[in-house]
């Protein structure tokens, strides 16, 4: 056997294994939910094809899909826009030498380690009405008690507080390498041409991590679009109070897991992968306008 | 002495004292709830309205109870046991197909990475209930197998870091061992595996880090409670255990520590992981 074809067929082989876990645990899941999506189906009796009707449903008859995906897309908002403002602050103020700021990085980093499921529990206590430490705190100024996981809106906003705890450490690393990689003499330049600070921040930092910051939207929008594990532990698993917190990743897992509609969920999945789909193309596009304008 | 060095001297005396000021304040903002957390569960249930950081006499005894409240070295033995069987498969399976993807030719490889890239698009919303109905064909669910086996041969993900690494290791590296005579299988082994020992930690870590933190698998997966993970563990117990903070505190913190540990031992393979994949933004 000549060399080029004994690396072939090792190549074949090293390939493998792998990508037969990949056929059976992401191919074919992939069609099958495609499938189940035009099905109803409980898992107990054989499954039925509905056309487009789990679809219709979707859109025309169920008002909690509506609810659910307002209540997504608040989340989305509310949590990446003060995630990208502070970890804007945050790295900027990460990228300076200093004597101690290898360990000041690695503590503000922690929360990146942390399972949204322990910090959900823990934030609970935090958020507490009667005893909470936020409520206390607020006490000392004067103000509250805030009824944060008790009332609808501001569940919400509870949720959004949590997931920009989480979100903001992320996004921090992934600016700061990228500020990192700005070359200094820009700076040296525009100092001498008498640019204030906050000014050389703005026109020559920000449009130079372009990318970067893309790339934080980007994958920020995937994880809170199909937010579960936080929403499930903080709030109690029904998307309470009310609909407060009802968001399309809570609605999806009941569906499937508690009322065995596994056509309707599967239907629903595809509606979000679709959503997202969009919305990472146009804001690739928009980044790209962004780009040629600059 | 002239005015002007003094006042510049001034000026960056007062410039670093802010500095620190911010950086001090930025560490209390992400520390805050581990400390009060902490602090937590060494109170008393009563004394739990405190705001003191520091509770006067600590209550050691709410660790003990999380011990007989749940089977807690069982869970974190069955944690441990699922996050090193998926790491020690996705290292391997990923780091050897992702050396094929970079450097071995065969008929439809390109085309084939496509699909691998074009997977990784695919969210886990689609995937979760085809993949839960698949475990119930097989019989698995409810088994440990159902844990193990779906991460064990590694993934898109995986194999397209390793890939990117191994793309970044000269070619003559690999031309010598080839002109010795060494198969793919001993260029794999013996000589590519030992210099990208950094890729592989970044790997090793991020999966770790997601397997001890996965909820929502483990939570359609599981029922029993001796093959349970600690997330599980955890969710069971605050569900019984209402309000009862000193407890789901103290259970909170035993749950963090391993991961805090990992994290102190490799965080820089651990943060360099997620700049270069955006993983572990959740």
Excluded at chain 2, 219 to 239: E, P, Y
Aim: hydrophobic residues 55%; proline residues 6%; aromatic residues 14%.
């Amino acid at each position: 056997m000549t060399p080029d074809r004994r690396r072939a067929r090792a190549g074949r082989m090293f390939v493998a294994p792998n990508l037969g876990a990949l056929a059976v645990f992401m191919l074919f899941p992939l069609g099958f939910s495609l499938y189940m999506s035009f099905q109803k189906w409980d898992l107990f009796t054989p499954p039925k094809f509905v056309g487009v009707a789990n679809f219709r449903t979707l859109f025309t008859a169920d008002p909690l899909f509506l609810i659910a995906l307002r209540n997504t897309a608040v989340f989305t908002v509310g949590t990446i826009v003060p995630t990208l403002l502070v970890s804007l602050a945050a790295a900027a103020i990460l990228n300076r030498k200093a004597k101690a700021i290898g360990i000041f990085r690695a503590i503000i980093f922690v929360p990146l380690a942390v399972s949204s499921v322990v910090m959900a529990v823990v934030w609970q206590f935090v958020f507490n009405v009667d005893d909470g430490l936020l409520n206390t705190m607020l006490g000392w100024l004067g103000l509250g008690p805030v009824p944060w996981l008790i009332d609808p809106g501001w569940a919400m906003v509870s949720l959004c507080v949590v997931s920009v705890w989480k979100s903001v450490p992320f996004a921090t690393v992934v600016l700061l390498a990228a500020m990192q990689g700005v070359p200094e003499t820009l700076h040296e330049a525009a100092t001498i041409d008498g640019a204030s600070e906050l000014r050389r921040f703005v026109s020559i930092t920000v449009p130079l991590i372009r990318g970067a910051l893309s790339f934080v939207v980007i994958i920020s929008v995937i994880n809170a679009f199909q937010a579960f594990d936080l929403v499930y532990v903080l709030t109690g698993g029904n998307g309470g109070p009310e609909t407060g917190t009802y968001v399309l990743g809570i609605m999806l897992f009941q569906h499937a897991f508690a009322f065995l509609d596994f056509g309707y969920a599967s239907a629903l999945a595809w509606v979000m992968f679709a959503i997202l789909l969009a919305l990472t193309v146009l804001q690739l596009r928009f980044a790209r306008r962004m780009s040629l304008e600059i | 002495m002239s005015g002007p060095t003094e006042r510049v001297i001034k000026r960056s005396v007062v410039r670093a004292v802010a500095l620190y000021a911010a950086l001090i304040g930025m560490a209390w903002c992400a520390l805050f709830p581990i400390l009060w957390a902490l602090s937590g569960s060494l109170k008393t249930e009563p004394g739990i309205a405190e705001p003191n950081l520091f509770p006067a006499h600590p209550q050691w005894s709410n660790y003990a109870r999380v011990f007989s409240l749940m089977p807690f070295w069982r869970m974190l033995g069955n944690t441990v046991l699922y996050a090193c069987c998926v790491t020690l498969g996705q290292v391997f399976f990923c780091s050897l197909a992702g050396y094929a993807f970079a450097r071995l030719r065969f008929r439809g490889r390109d085309t084939l990475f496509v699909l691998y890239l074009a997977t990784l698009m695919v969210p886990l919303t689609v995937t979760v209930i085809p993949q839960f109905i698949l475990m119930r064909a097989f019989g698995w669910t409810d088994t440990p197998w159902a844990m193990i086996v779906p991460g064990l041969f590694g993934s898109a993900f995986g194999t397209y870091l390793m890939r990117q690494f191994f793309l970044t290791l000269p070619t003559d590296l690999e031309e010598a061992a080839v002109l010795d005579g060494c198969s793919p299988w001993q260029i794999y082994w013996r000589i590519l595996l030992p210099h990208i020992r950094p890729a592989v930690m970044v790997l090793a870590v991020l999966t770790w880090v997601n397997v001890w933190n996965d909820f929502l698998w483990p939570l359609v997966m599981i029922q029993r409670r001796d093959i349970a993970t600690l997330t599980l563990g955890l969710v069971w117990m605050q569900g019984q255990y209402v309000s009862r903070w000193p407890v789901l505190m103290a259970a909170s913190i035993l749950i963090l520590l391993p991961l805090l540990g990992v994290y102190g031992f490799a965080q820089r393979a651990f943060v360099r992981g997620i700049t270069l994949t955006g993983f572990g933004g959740r």
